[in-house]
Structure formats: C-alpha cells, structure tokens
T-cell receptor, first 112, second 112 residues
Framework: DARVTQTPRHKVTEMGQEVTMRCQPILGHNTVFWYRQTMMQGLELLAYFRNRAPLDDSGMPKDRFSAEMPDATLATLKIQPSEPRDSAVYFC??????????FGPGTRLTVL | SQQGEEDPQALSIQEGENATMNCSYKTSINNLQWYRQNSGRGLVHLILIRSNEREKHSGRLRVTLDTSKKSSSLLITASRAADTASYFCATDATGNTGKLIFGQGTTLQVKP
C-alpha cells in the first residue's frame, strides 16, 4: 500500500533554529506539494514541484523558507530561522498531473 | 482569496441521517475534489468530479457539480459515527495544472 511518508512527525524547537522537514512521495507520482495548516489560516499551499522542477512557490515566505527536491524520492522544506508564527502542521502530498493528491501524515511543528 | 468556500462550517447529526455539505468557488475549473480529514491526520481523497460531469457516486457518497452556479455538494447517506471528520472541497482551476485550492472545510459530527 503506497503512502507518502514524512519525517519528523513532531518537532519542537526554539526560535531562530533551523528546521528541516522531509517527504518521500509515492513512487511514480510526478507532482509534490507542500502545505501548511493552522486553525486561523486553514490549509495553505506553500510550494509545489512537477518532475522535480519548482512550479510555484508564491505561497512561501521567501526570506526564511526554502523547498527542494534533490531527487525523485525526496522533497525537503526548510525554515531558517524559525519563528513562533511558523508553528503549524506541515503536509506533503503527491499526485499525478490534475488527479487526486495523496497526503502524508504531516509534521507538527512547534516553535517556542 | 479562497477558491472553495464550504457551507455549513459545522454540522452535527445523528447516526443514520444524511449529511449535505456545499462548496462554492469563483473561477472556471478542470475538476473539483472532496477530501476528508480525521483529527490529527492528513487529508484523504474521497472523490473527483470533472467539469463536464454533473454527478458522481462512490459508495455512500454522492457529489454534484453545477458549473453554471460554480457550486458543488457532497452528500453522505446513512451516516456513521466513523464519518465524523472535517470535509474539504478543492478546486483545480483551469490552467493551474494540478494546483488545488482548498476551502476552509466543514466539520461534521455524527452522534451515535
């Protein structure tokens, strides 16, 4: 049963520290998405890739966030430096073109 | 701005009753998708309806799409306590090539 995996599942860090979240998309999917979910803002698209190339990262604060796909089996989202307002659940999802998206379990980030 | 807006924001029903959730959107779309999210989990894809389709069924789920009114509805028949979750509509706008815009969701509680 193919699934999107994310690590870590939980992360507590202090303001100013670097945070790296990792995602392994489902093999064969050509599109990978990063979302952030908070009670106030709901689900926000941060960035997405197709065939490992970034297509849209307009939802991402550029000064502190960066997203990459070093290879087809790994996507990373990095925050440096982290701030308390970054506290949220970060989801990775993968899919093919305009079909369904398959979400990972999320990384719950708390920045103190 | 939000592409998909769900209504109602919250819904509480008794087991066995039907639940109807509505979604409105603003731009022309390739397809509209419905997702479920259980507390603390990632989103799970339920059903996809294309812009040239008017109705689709999957088990106890029935989705309708009215592109002239830019609206969709999700009907869950014979609800169960296990259907308790948040439900989101998401639109794949024309030309966006797979990028989904999610609404704020409807929180459904099914009482046993």
């Amino acid at each position: 049963d193919a699934r999107v995996t994310q690590t870590p599942r939980h992360k507590v860090t202090e303001m100013g520290q670097e945070v790296t979240m990792r995602c392994q998309p489902i093999l064969g999917h050509n599109t990978v998405f990063w979302y952030r979910q908070t009670m106030m803002q709901g689900l926000e698209l941060l960035a997405y890739f197709r065939n490992r190339a970034p297509l849209d990262d307009s939802g991402m604060p550029k000064d502190r966030f960066s997203a990459e796909m070093p290879d087809a089996t790994l996507a990373t989202l990095k925050i440096q430096p982290s701030e308390p307002r970054d506290s949220a659940v970060y989801f990775c999802a993968s899919g093919s073109n305009s079909g369904p998206q398959y979400f990972g379990p999320g990384t719950r980030l708390t920045v103190l | 701005s939000q592409q998909g807006e769900e209504d109602p924001q919250a819904l509480s029903i008794q087991e066995g009753e039907n639940a109807t959730m509505n979604c409105s959107y603003k731009t022309s779309i390739n397809n509209l998708q419905w997702y479920r999210q259980n507390s603390g989990r990632g989103l799970v894809h339920l059903i996809l309806i294309r812009s040239n389709e008017r109705e689709k069924h999957s088990g106890r789920l029935r989705v309708t799409l009215d592109t002239s009114k830019k609206s969709s509805s999700l009907l869950i028949t014979a609800s169960r306590a296990a259907d308790t979750a948040s439900y989101f509509c998401a639109t794949d706008a024309t030309g966006n090539t797979g990028k989904l815009i999610f609404g704020q969701g409807t929180t459904l509680q099914v009482k046993p």
